[in-house]
């Protein structure tokens, strides 16, 4: 049986989430990950794609990214996961898979689920208690979106600009959306739509989607709910 397309609609954000195959590590050093890092850039020219955040942990990234076509996203993350499985393996001298099946996604509503999701992404290190704040740790767009160092790799979402029309003052309201933290509602309706790979937004919004791509795409309320990993994802 043919694997149903992905949720993707022109200009609308997705929340990616890739692991390594029974969680192993996908970056073994700095050098694996600056590759990674690399291999995001050539791909997101080459689809096309705008990318928001990002954060690489040990054994599975978050990327933020939207697109102005259905389906470069998913050419882009498959173009990205083949060339950077076979650095990969040329480099640690090892055969095999590395990703843990397909990749995870789920749309983003515009405005606060989108900075919601912005933020889980970048607060990921300091739930994993690897570091005290999230510009502690070096392998996130964090450092870009508060202000501290510029990244090409990050392009701000309109919504994220929105926050305010001056640069040093959208840095210093970011900074306190971030301290604020992400409650466990929002902890779980996050990683519940990545799980299902459904539309995470308002009821409208996912009508709209809904409409659009003419299937489902509202969270699966029925059966006995799933347990929640306690390990930061």
């Not at 050539?42 to 705008?50: C, E, F, G, T």
């Not at 590395?98 to 990749?103: A, H």
């Not at 509503?109 to 992404?121: G, H, K, M, P, Q």
Request: hydrophobic fraction near 40%; charged fraction near 25%.
């Amino acid at each position: 049986m043919p694997r149903q397309a992905r949720l993707e609609i022109p200009g609308v954000p997705l929340h990616i989430t890739q692991r390594g195959v029974n969680r192993c590590a996908i970056f073994l050093d700095d050098d694996d990950r600056q590759h990674y890092l690399g291999l995001i850039a050539l791909s997101a020219k080459k689809h096309a794609l705008r990318i928001h955040a990002y954060v690489l942990m040990g054994n599975h990234v978050h990327l933020l990214v939207s697109s102005g076509q259905a389906g470069m996203v998913s050419r882009a993350m498959r173009q990205l996961g083949q060339n950077y499985v076979t650095a990969f393996n040329r480099r640690h001298r090892r055969t095999g898979t590395l990703w843990e099946g397909r990749f995870k996604s789920c749309l983003v509503d515009s405005e606060r689920y989108l900075l919601t999701a912005y933020r889980y992404i970048e607060l990921n290190p300091v739930r994993a208690a690897m570091v005290a704040a999230p510009e502690d740790y070096p392998w996130s767009s964090v450092h870009a979106n508060l202000g501290l160092r510029h990244d090409p790799l990050v392009t701000p979402h309109e919504s994220f600009l929105a926050m305010a029309s001056d640069a040093a003052e959208r840095a210093a309201a970011y900074r306190i959306w971030l301290r604020e933290g992400v409650g466990s509602d929002e902890l779980l309706a996050i990683r519940q739509h990545l799980q299902q790979e459904r539309a995470f937004g308002s009821h409208r919004f996912q009508a709209m989607a809904e409409k659009t791509l003419g299937r489902p795409v509202s969270l699966r309320r029925a059966g006995r709910p799933r347990r929640e990993p306690i390990e930061a994802d």
